[in-house]
């Protein structure tokens, strides 16, 4: 049985012509840009919200975080 997260990596990649492994390298390089390079103060804040086990989350930790806040909050800006 696949997990929720290769299931969704699994349909990116075909919407976007590549494989479920390069779909998450290229979250994975994304999320690690952004906290290296948060944008302002406000940003680096709210990074500190998500939940993690490393100094960087995982795209899997994000996108358990932005699942979270889409059910908890409604009009929120990530849903």
């Known amino acids: ?3 929720k997260y290769q299931a969704i990596y699994e349909k990116l990649a075909k919407q976007n012509g590549v ?3 390069q779909v998450r390298e290229d979250m994975a390089q994304a999320i690690r840009f952004a906290y290296e390079n948060p944008q302002d103060e406000q940003t680096r804040q709210f990074q500190q919200l ?9 795209p ?5 975080f932005v699942a979270q806040q889409c059910s908890e909050r409604q009009n929120n800006p990530f849903c």
Do not use: A, H, L, S
Request: net charge negative; glycine share 4%; aromatic share 0%.
């Open 1 to 3: 049985m696949k997990n």
């Open 19 to 21: 494989t479920p492994q």
């Open 50 to 58: 998500v939940p993690r086990k490393g100094e960087i989350p995982t």
């Open 60 to 64: 899997e930790e994000m996108m358990d």
